[in-house]
């Protein structure tokens, strides 16, 4: 089920999660922003506001709703069910009828997958998915290409996928941002290809305040060979280590890797103090 706990808000109202209608969002325009609750908190609330403001610009949908109100909607939804993690599925959703255009703003909580120590010790293994995303920047609903990812994630079993482009460019995973290593540099597809990952701009800002190079660039499936190691980053990963790429294996014990992990567990738990502050 796609909505879990006790209750869901709909367009500012407060309902009851058994009457929740997954196929209210199958025809029309959807935008949608996953936040993760942590000891309560929503993480970086902040940038997935802006996002999604953005990603309803360049779909051609307007927002009603002021970032406070969809704050405070958040923070009802989280006090209402009484929970402190998980994660929570705004979506901003619009469809024309002839001359009838019906819109819906929905908040719920959706059932999540955060790795465990073990994956983040041993790192995890992917493989490729050949997929362009047509409207990269924008984080909208595109079920054949999560349907194309499921598909191969369960074939393989992989815990994800690396979408390709047609000439052999990674962009990022289904559901991640990707990056490489090689001589203490970071290295990520261009952020114009890619979408801007709220986790991908917080490593972006703690290479810039340590001083670690962080380089945008497009990277080939033919020269994987040349990085130490591999990993994703997202909203439910932070930041997780990648073992293994089809045939390339990589160091999940990369010094620069492990500091990444802890300075981005620390940016974490800062932003939580704050907030909770």
Known sequence: MECIQEYYIHNNEI?????????????????YEIIRIEQ???????????????????????????????????????????????KI?????SNSTGSMVEKNFILYFTPHYFPTTNEYSTGVKTSICKAIRTNPNAKILNTLTR??????????????TILVDNEGYITEGSRSNV???????ILTPPVNDVLPGITR????????????????????????????????????????PVKIF????????????????????????????????
């Open 15 to 31: 309902k009851q999660s058994l009457g929740f209608d997954e196929s209210i969002v199958e025809k029309g325009i959807c935008v």
């Open 201 to 240: 701009k917080n490593i972006q800002q703690i290479c810039i305040q340590n001083k670690i190079p962080f380089i945008e660039k497009k990277i080939h499936l033919n020269n994987l060979n040349k990085f130490d190691a591999m990993f994703l980053s997202g909203t439910s990963l932070k930041v997780l």
């Open 147 to 160: 349907q194309k990812a499921n598909h191969i994630i369960a074939e393989k079993k992989v815990f994800e």
């Open 89 to 93: 599925k705004i979506l901003i959703h």
């Open 40 to 86: 309560g908190i929503p993480l970086f609330i902040e940038d997935h506001l802006v996002r999604i403001h953005n990603s309803a610009f360049l779909s051609g949908l307007k927002i009603n709703e002021t970032n406070a109100e969809i704050e405070k909607n958040v923070q009802k939804l989280i006090q209402m069910n009484k929970v402190k993690t998980g």
């Open 179 to 185: 990056f490489f290593i090689s001589e203490e540099k």
């Open 246 to 277: 089809d045939d390339y294996k990589f160091n999940v014990k990369n010094p620069m890797l492990v500091k990444l992990t802890e300075l981005y567990n620390e940016y974490m738990d800062l932003y939580i103090e704050n907030k909770k502050n």
